[in-house]
């Protein structure tokens, strides 16, 4: 039985450009984006009763703000280890291209059967980054497509929303103490983010999170499945009083007695991670690994290793092109940048963080490694930060100030950050042509500036520099892995003739510019 | 740090209430005996010298440990004179703020390897956090005085006054990289002059659930090359002419001397007579709406290993409030927490029902598929069946719950997840669990108990 969607609540643009996905849709805002219902108006009562799913995989879908996350395997491409030559097997969860109800054209609700020989074998890592409302109820469904390289192995799935308050068991993805999703089957999770207030939770649940399976964990997630999530502020998308907001209000977390500023110009979410690729070649080849002889070979921020962590992102778009001919890939290799972009197809998320002179730029740092890393922004000396594991950092009544200055941000496997930094100086001097920029007919120069772990002796991929010739948009540095850049742009009124063509209002995270389309033909 | 006459109130029903059940948490020190089945603090107290000091005769013992793939390994560590196991990790003392404490270290003659001493030329303990410690006796060693094995029945004693409370690690200060790594250190927590249901001035606990976990790893490589070289009669540095610290690759991952799924075997489990101390941590659930006042489990981090280990709780944020022994300004909230080697944390614990699911049964706003369309992993689960917190369904008939009223499960464990294996077994190692019991129930008026079926 297929349940009529709720008035009130649609499901279009879930997927919002540059493969950000959302649960939070509906009618109406100014800034593009629109809210449902306040909490309590969306889930329970009125719900139509629906049966269990029955064993047909007729999908059930639920009837609040619901994403589909689809898991499975496929190659993922590294420095030394690219698309043409030995591309790196993984596993982890990618979302459906359209995610509108079938009734609508879309894939959110269609049998798992159909989604099998579209997206089976064509993996995403790393995980699309999920963004909810505080306030708001949704529901991930998860959905086991099965391996196509391996398709003896019948491993099942779970999600694991990583430091969901006040979690229920049913719904923390853990197999042992909970269900796993089997091929070919669904799994609906719920999540219920209480606002500030809420019993037990004076903060509310705004902030960064992370996701990964946990089913076999250290074997699914080190092959890929792993993702960012977040939470936004109530304070982001209604005025305190409860009207809601016609322009999005950018701070990461509402607002305390103590008055921490937490607002931002641009946002861009780093997610922390290692690549050992022995397992990845012994599961590809049907052998077993020993765990705990785990020692990496690449480190990578949102699934990439410099310099390809500095790629723009990767649309849903460009990756529907080209189911047919990803084996081929890159067909017609026209310049290195060009074929840097084709080999990312599969590692849709960027790490390229771009800014004005002046902007508060906010990191949200998250790290789904084993490793401990220290990451720092070069040449930014005071950089706050204003949060812990998606808490504020403010005290147990709201009035201590407890956010500090740092040149670094240490993170713990499992652990997040959120850091607020002023974009350092445009200094002409030193400025470079933005070739991306040029590409697409505009013109315009930055400043470049490293982001990158502290870790020296790990920034390699896997002992080299470049291993594939020239590095990536003219990426500086005898470094590989865990690093990212900063492009700094002069303020429109500092550079009137370079800037007219600046970067543009920023509508989602990790959101880069310009979004290179990957040239027709060459995929 | 609010305090209430009301927690307190709350917190003395719940002891009142679980009287005889876990009676454990004021326990004696010798792990033997028929201890009720928990994995609450086991508190060894000492004894009272007639100078009034708190004393503890421990010596350095050699014995095996049994990791769940089957393996055993040798180890050392620190045991009660007179016990007649080994055991591992040493006794936790706990000690009441202001106390002097005496502790007194022999090293036994080594006697082959499941009796006696080390076979280690000296050793000796440090007490990190601890101010003013003084030593007597043995032979002076780097970092304090040492028990020397050449002197027979050579002794050092140890004393210092409990000036901070809070949670704190004892270890060999003696060749650390080997003896530390080889199991020589306990758990040492100083309650609050204000009480025992306290962490720190004011910082109220449910005192039936305050809880331990000792965080160490192990290479058994090492541990092997001490017990074969010890076999064959060397003591002294010949016994480690073959033990290589650089080359230390961990393949076991312990909270108090176990490995997952050993950790949540009960206190004093008889599997396992060389490691006493359970790691699996309970809280019963708060209801907000029911009137009464759940207090917050204590948990008690302690990084015994050489090694930073980042620690995640599932389930809910834990909220720290002191680190090594002192208390934190304010209170600082976190899913996981790295916890450096040598490093303590004290977290309180609390789970709220904020879905009110408990009890009513009332529906999850989206439906859980049917269960035959789920797997199982490994044919068994702690899942109840249901989603509700207390209620039960049965699970598909191939499937084996251990869901005993209904209650949560959630996994605590190291978030580098190579930790959480045990050598190459996933679900294992650096991992324990959470059981979430359902709220308190209202027996009679005032009086508040724990959910029969639960217990």
Same mark, same amino acid.
């Given at each position: 039985?297929?349940?009529?969607?709720?008035?009130?609540?649609?499901?279009?643009?879930?997927?919002?450009?540059?493969?950000?996905?959302?649960?939070?849709?509906?009618?109406?805002?100014?800034?593009?984006?629109?809210?449902?219902?306040?909490?309590?108006?969306?889930?329970?009562?009125?719900?139509?009763?629906?049966?269990?799913?029955?064993?047909?995989?007729?999908?059930?879908?639920?009837?609040?703000?619901?994403?589909?996350?689809?898991?499975?395997?496929?190659?993922?491409?590294?420095?030394?280890?690219?698309?043409?030559?030995?591309?790196?097997?993984?596993?982890?969860?990618?979302?459906?291209?359209?995610?509108?109800?079938?009734?609508?054209?879309?894939?959110?609700?269609?049998?798992?059967?159909?989604?099998?020989?579209?997206?089976?074998?064509?993996?995403?890592?790393?995980?699309?980054?999920?963004?909810?409302?505080?306030?708001?109820?949704?529901?991930?469904?998860?959905?086991?497509?099965?391996?196509?390289?391996?398709?003896?192995?019948?491993?099942?799935?779970?999600?694991?929303?990583?430091?969901?308050?006040?979690?229920?068991?049913?719904?923390?993805?853990?197999?042992?103490?909970?269900?796993?999703?089997?091929?070919?089957?669904?799994?609906?999770?719920?999540?219920?983010?209480?606002?500030?207030?809420?019993?037990?939770?004076?903060?509310?649940?705004?902030?960064?999170?992370?996701?990964?399976?946990?089913?076999?964990?250290?074997?699914?997630?080190?092959?890929?499945?792993?993702?960012?999530?977040?939470?936004?502020?109530?304070?982001?998308?209604?005025?305190?009083?409860?009207?809601?907001?016609?322009?999005?209000?950018?701070?990461?977390?509402?607002?305390?007695?103590?008055?921490?500023?937490?607002?931002?110009?641009?946002?861009?979410?780093?997610?922390?991670?290692?690549?050992?690729?022995?397992?990845?070649?012994?599961?590809?080849?049907?052998?077993?690994?020993?765990?705990?002889?785990?020692?990496?070979?690449?480190?990578?921020?949102?699934?990439?290793?410099?310099?390809?962590?500095?790629?723009?992102?990767?649309?849903?778009?460009?990756?529907?092109?080209?189911?047919?001919?990803?084996?081929?890939?890159?067909?017609?290799?026209?310049?290195?940048?060009?074929?840097?972009?084709?080999?990312?197809?599969?590692?849709?998320?960027?790490?390229?963080?771009?800014?004005?002179?002046?902007?508060?730029?906010?990191?949200?740092?998250?790290?789904?490694?084993?490793?401990?890393?220290?990451?720092?922004?070069?040449?930014?000396?005071?950089?706050?930060?204003?949060?812990?594991?998606?808490?504020?950092?403010?005290?147990?009544?709201?009035?201590?100030?407890?956010?500090?200055?740092?040149?670094?941000?240490?993170?713990?496997?499992?652990?997040?950050?959120?850091?607020?930094?002023?974009?350092?100086?445009?200094?002409?001097?030193?400025?470079?042509?933005?070739?991306?920029?040029?590409?697409?007919?505009?013109?315009?120069?930055?400043?470049?500036?490293?982001?990158?772990?502290?870790?020296?002796?790990?920034?390699?991929?896997?002992?080299?520099?470049?291993?594939?010739?020239?590095?990536?948009?003219?990426?500086?540095?005898?470094?590989?892995?865990?690093?990212?850049?900063?492009?700094?742009?002069?303020?429109?009124?500092?550079?009137?003739?370079?800037?007219?063509?600046?970067?543009?209002?920023?509508?989602?995270?990790?959101?880069?510019?310009?979004?290179?389309?990957?040239?027709?033909?060459?995929? | 740090?609010?305090?209430?006459?009301?927690?307190?109130?709350?917190?003395?029903?719940?002891?009142?209430?679980?009287?005889?059940?876990?009676?454990?948490? =004021?326990?004696? &020190?010798? /792990?033997?005996?028929?201890? %009720?089945?928990?994995?609450?603090? !086991?508190?060894?107290?000492? +004894? #009272?010298?007639?100078?009034?000091?708190?004393?503890?005769?421990?010596?350095?013992?050699?014995?095996?440990?049994?990791?769940?793939?089957?393996?055993?390994?040798?180890?050392?560590?620190? =045991?009660?004179? &007179?016990? /007649?196991?080994?055991?591992? %990790?040493?006794?936790?003392?706990? !000690?009441?703020?202001?106390? +002097? #404490?005496?502790?007194?270290?022999?090293?036994?003659?080594?006697?082959?390897?499941?009796?006696?001493?080390?076979?280690?030329?000296?050793?000796?303990?440090?007490?990190?956090?601890?101010?003013?410690?003084?030593?007597?006796?043995?032979?002076?060693?780097?970092?304090?005085?040492?028990?020397?094995?050449?002197?027979?029945?050579?002794?050092?004693?140890?004393?210092?006054?409990?000036?901070?409370?809070?949670?704190?690690?004892?270890?060999?200060?003696?060749?650390?990289?080997?003896?530390?790594?080889?199991?020589?250190?306990?758990?040492?927590?100083?309650?609050?002059?204000?009480?025992?249901?306290?962490?720190?001035?004011?910082?109220?606990?449910?005192?039936?659930?305050?809880?331990?976990?000792?965080?160490?790893?192990?290479?058994?490589?090492?541990?092997?090359?001490?017990?074969?070289?010890?076999?064959?009669?060397?003591?002294?540095?010949?016994?480690?002419?073959?033990?290589?610290?650089?080359?230390?690759?961990?393949?076991?991952?312990?909270?108090?001397?176990?490995?997952?799924?050993?950790?949540?075997?009960?206190?004093?489990?008889?599997?396992?007579?060389?490691?006493?101390?359970?790691?699996?941590?309970?809280?019963?659930?708060?209801?907000?709406?029911?009137?009464?006042?759940?207090?917050?489990?204590?948990?008690?981090?302690?990084?015994?290993?050489?090694?930073?280990?980042?620690?995640?709780?599932?389930?809910?944020?834990?909220?720290?409030?002191?680190?090594?022994?002192?208390?934190?300004?304010?209170?600082?909230?976190?899913?996981?927490?790295?916890?450096?080697?040598?490093?303590?944390?004290?977290?309180?614990?609390?789970?709220?029902?904020?879905?009110?699911?408990?009890?009513?049964?009332?529906?999850?706003?989206?439906?859980?598929?049917?269960?035959?369309?789920?797997?199982?992993?490994?044919?068994?689960?702690?899942?109840?069946?249901?989603?509700?917190?207390?209620?039960?369904?049965?699970?598909?008939?191939?499937?084996?719950?251990?869901?005993?009223?209904?209650?949560?499960?959630?996994?605590?464990?190291?978030?580098?997840?190579?930790?959480?294996?045990?050598?190459?077994?996933?679900?294992?190692?650096?991992?324990?669990?959470?059981?979430?019991?359902?709220?308190?129930?209202?027996?009679?008026?005032?009086?508040?108990?724990?959910?029969?079926?639960?217990?």
């Amino acid at each position: 039985m297929q349940p009529e969607p709720k008035p009130g609540i649609g499901r279009r643009d879930f997927l919002r450009r540059g493969a950000i996905a959302t649960v939070v849709t509906g009618a109406g805002l100014a800034a593009g984006r629109s809210l449902m219902t306040p909490a309590g108006a969306a889930g329970g009562a009125g719900l139509p009763s629906a049966a269990l799913f029955p064993p047909s995989n007729a999908v059930d879908f639920p009837t609040i703000a619901s994403i589909r996350l689809m898991t499975t395997d496929g190659h993922i491409s590294f420095p030394g280890r690219r698309h043409s030559s030995k591309p790196v097997y993984a596993f982890g969860f990618r979302a459906v291209d359209d995610s509108r109800l079938v009734a609508d054209g879309g894939e959110l609700n269609a049998n798992p059967g159909d989604l099998m020989e579209k997206y089976r074998g064509h993996v995403m890592h790393s995980a699309p980054t999920l963004i909810a409302m505080e306030g708001v109820e949704f529901a991930i469904v998860v959905t086991n497509l099965g391996f196509r390289f391996r398709p003896d192995l019948d491993d099942s799935h779970t999600l694991h929303w990583h430091g969901f308050r006040n979690a229920t068991a049913v719904f923390d993805g853990v197999p042992e103490l909970s269900a796993a999703v089997p091929p070919g089957r669904d799994l609906p999770y719920f999540f219920d983010p209480k606002l500030p207030g809420a019993p037990g939770q004076p903060k509310g649940s705004a902030g960064g999170y992370m996701y990964h399976c946990h089913f076999e964990d250290v074997e699914h997630v080190q092959m890929g499945m792993s993702g960012i999530a977040f939470i936004e502020p109530r304070d982001m998308w209604f005025f305190p009083d409860g009207t809601p907001r016609a322009v999005r209000n950018k701070v990461a977390y509402n607002p305390t007695p103590a008055g921490i500023d937490t607002s931002f110009d641009r946002e861009f979410a780093l997610l922390a991670n290692e690549i050992d690729y022995r397992p990845h070649d012994n599961l590809e080849t049907l052998q077993l690994f020993t765990w705990s002889d785990y020692a990496p070979q690449y480190r990578t921020f949102n699934g990439r290793a410099y310099p390809d962590t500095v790629v723009p992102q990767i649309t849903p778009a460009e990756q529907s092109a080209s189911y047919q001919e990803l084996l081929q890939m890159p067909a017609v290799p026209t310049t290195p940048d060009e074929e840097a972009e084709a080999e990312m197809l599969w590692q849709q998320n960027s790490s390229l963080v771009q800014a004005r002179e002046g902007d508060r730029v906010l990191i949200r740092l998250s790290n789904l490694g084993y490793e401990i890393h220290s990451v720092e922004v070069v040449g930014v000396n005071d950089m706050r930060v204003v949060a812990n594991d998606a808490s504020l950092l403010v005290g147990k009544d709201g009035t201590n100030d407890l956010t500090y200055l740092s040149r670094r941000m240490e993170i713990g496997p499992g652990e997040a950050r959120d850091a607020i930094f002023t974009a350092p100086a445009y200094v002409e001097a030193r400025a470079e042509i933005d070739t991306l920029a040029s590409r697409m007919g505009k013109q315009r120069k930055f400043c470049r500036y490293l982001i990158k772990s502290r870790n020296t002796h790990r920034l390699n991929n896997n002992g080299q520099i470049y291993p594939d010739g020239p590095s990536y948009a003219g990426a500086k540095g005898t470094y590989g892995g865990m690093v990212t850049e900063l492009w700094v742009y002069p303020t429109l009124a500092d550079a009137p003739g370079l800037g007219q063509d600046g970067l543009p209002d920023q509508i989602t995270v990790n959101e880069t510019f310009p979004t290179l389309v990957v040239p027709a033909g060459q995929v | 740090m609010a305090f209430s006459t009301r927690n307190k109130l709350a917190a003395i029903i719940a002891v009142a209430a679980m009287a005889g059940g876990l009676a454990a948490v =004021t326990g004696g &020190g010798s /792990p033997a005996g028929a201890a %009720p089945a928990t994995s609450t603090v !086991i508190c060894d107290n000492g +004894t #009272v010298a007639p100078d009034g000091a708190i004393e503890y005769n421990l010596e350095a013992r050699d014995g095996y440990i049994q990791e769940p793939d089957g393996n055993t390994v040798y180890a050392w560590s620190y =045991t009660s004179v &007179g016990q /007649p196991l080994f055991q591992f %990790p040493g006794p936790t003392m706990c !000690i009441d703020e202001g106390a +002097t #404490v005496r502790v007194v270290l022999t090293n036994p003659d080594h006697v082959d390897n499941l009796s006696g001493g080390i076979p280690a030329a000296t050793t000796s303990i440090l007490f990190p956090g601890q101010v003013g410690v003084t030593a007597t006796g043995g032979v002076a060693g780097l970092l304090t005085q040492e028990v020397d094995s050449a002197v027979p029945g050579d002794s050092v004693t140890y004393e210092f006054v409990a000036s901070a409370p809070g949670t704190y690690i004892y270890q060999s200060g003696t060749d650390q990289a080997v003896q530390v790594q080889m199991g020589m250190f306990g758990g040492l927590i100083i309650y609050p002059a204000v009480g025992r249901g306290f962490a720190y001035d004011g910082e109220p606990f449910d005192t039936t659930h305050e809880y331990l976990l000792l965080f160490h790893e192990m290479d058994p490589d090492l541990h092997t090359e001490v017990e074969l070289a010890s076999r064959n009669g060397l003591v002294g540095d010949a016994v480690l002419s073959n033990y290589h610290p650089l080359d230390r690759k961990s393949r076991y991952w312990t909270i108090n001397g176990r490995s997952f799924p050993d950790v949540i075997a009960p206190n004093n489990a008889p599997t396992l007579p060389t490691q006493p101390y359970g790691g699996l941590v309970r809280v019963n659930a708060d209801d907000p709406t029911d009137g009464f006042d759940q207090l917050p489990s204590l948990v008690r981090y302690g990084n015994a290993g050489l090694e930073n280990h980042p620690f995640h709780p599932h389930g809910n944020t834990l909220r720290l409030i002191a680190q090594d022994g002192r208390p934190f300004p304010d209170e600082i909230e976190a899913y996981t927490k790295t916890v450096a080697a040598g490093q303590t944390f004290d977290l309180l614990a609390s789970w709220e029902d904020v879905e009110a699911w408990q009890g009513n049964g009332a529906p999850t706003p989206i439906n859980v598929p049917a269960l035959d369309n789920l797997v199982f992993k490994g044919g068994a689960s702690f899942y109840s069946g249901d989603p509700n917190l207390g209620q039960k369904q049965d699970l598909p008939a191939t499937v084996t719950s251990y869901s005993v009223c209904g209650e949560y499960y959630f996994p605590w464990h190291s978030h580098a997840l190579q930790e959480i294996v045990n050598y190459n077994e996933g679900f294992g190692g650096m991992l324990t669990l959470w059981r979430v019991d359902p709220p308190m129930e209202e027996v009679s008026p005032g009086v508040w108990q724990p959910t029969a079926a639960c217990n």
